[in-house]
């Protein structure tokens, strides 16, 4: 059996994260099952380390994430990073507020040790690995790589994110375990700042122009901001990129549209628009918010490429 090298996002839901470790730690030692463990303390450990893994003991262990989305972003951006030709399987045990990944994979919502860790063992000894898509964004002017397990976001979602991370009530909330709340505070903020922009965009069926360009989201899967379907019928496991853009012409048809996206009723709609293609480039030239997988892009223009590919996990994907 190889070595399992964890990697602790303690932040992770809401702050939960750590006493959800403990409980594995203690069952693993209990069955003296051979483990590592680290526990991130600052940005871009995670990424750091899987870098390190990927580099140097990708062969005789096995990297397990802890955390929520953006833990996991980190860490596949860490390995893919390493650059070595080749990418090792990872495990994911879903431990995040808006858990995505987990929710799009049908991954297990049991976090208890003795069910989760038996399956991951068995997945790894008889190498049940799964091949799943993740994005990739080439930005084409400082000639940078990103991936994203999840969704690439810019304008409205974006900003959402930058505001709650900028909230002073975030850290309050996160203690009394009510972190999506400080999310939701945000974003009827964004709704009352956020502009409309400029959207060029050329795939598999064209080139188009958008003008009233205010969300705008590629993703692996169905799911964003913790569960709403913003593309119900995309599929996870194509090979292709799925991309919606949403226009705003005034607030009151935006409200309605977002009222129709949180019920899933918003294809058809004038100011939906909606392709799955293999490659996208798009440029976008007033500065706006970014992110992927809910970590911040910062504030620029944007002029990339968006295309998908396979990478490989070890995914616990029913409760036993």
Same mark, same amino acid.
């Given at each position: ?7 602790? *996002? ?37 990424? +750091? ?7 140097? +003991? ?24 390493? *650059?070595?030709?080749?990418?090792? /399987? ?22 208890? /040790? ?62 009394? @375990?009510? !972190? ?14 956020? =502009? ?23 993703? +692996? @899967? /169905? ?41 899933? &009723? ?18 976008? /030239? ?8 809910? &970590? &911040?892009? !910062? ?11 396979? @990478? ?6 029913? =409760?036993?």
């Amino acid at each position: 059996m190889k070595k399992l090298i964890f990697l602790i *996002n303690p932040a992770a839901q809401s702050g939960n994260a750590m006493q959800i470790w403990q409980k594995f730690e203690a069952y693993l030692k209990g069955k003296q099952i051979d483990y590592q463990a680290q526990i991130s303390t600052r940005p871009r450990d995670i990424y +750091n380390w899987s870098y390190i893994w990927q580099k140097h +003991n990708s062969y005789n262990s096995v990297l397990v994430i802890l955390g929520g989305d953006g833990s996991l972003n980190e860490a596949v951006n860490g390995q893919l990073a390493a *650059n070595i030709g080749w990418s090792a /399987p990872i495990a994911y045990i879903p431990a995040g507020s808006g858990n995505d990944f987990a929710r799009a994979y049908n991954l297990s919502n049991n976090l208890q /040790p003795e069910v989760i860790i038996p399956q991951l063992v068995t997945a790894i000894e008889t190498e049940q690995v799964q091949q799943l898509d993740i994005g990739r964004m080439l930005d084409r002017v400082n000639h940078t790589r990103r991936y994203f397990v999840n969704n690439l976001g810019v304008g409205f979602d974006a900003a959402t994110v930058a505001a709650t991370n900028d909230s002073t009530l975030k850290n309050s909330l996160n203690r009394l @375990h009510l !972190g999506k709340l400080a999310y939701f505070l945000s974003l009827f903020g964004v709704l009352r700042t956020q =502009d409309t922009f400029n959207v060029s965009l050329k795939s598999d069926q064209g080139q188009v122009q958008f003008n009233h360009g205010y969300l705008l989201t590629f993703s +692996n @899967h /169905p799911y964003f901001g913790g569960g709403v379907q913003i593309m119900p019928d995309a599929n996870p496991t194509d090979g292709k990129m799925d991309l919606i853009i949403i226009e705003k012409r005034n607030m009151p048809q935006l409200l309605h549209t977002l009222f129709k996206v949180l019920r899933s &009723e918003h294809y058809g709609m004038q100011q939906v628009y909606r392709w799955t293609s293999d490659k996208y480039e798009m440029v976008i /030239p007033r500065l706006e918010y970014g992110h992927v997988d809910g &970590e &911040e892009l !910062g504030v620029h223009a944007f002029d990339f490429e968006v295309t998908s590919q396979k @990478h490989s996990f070890y995914l616990i994907t029913t =409760d036993k």
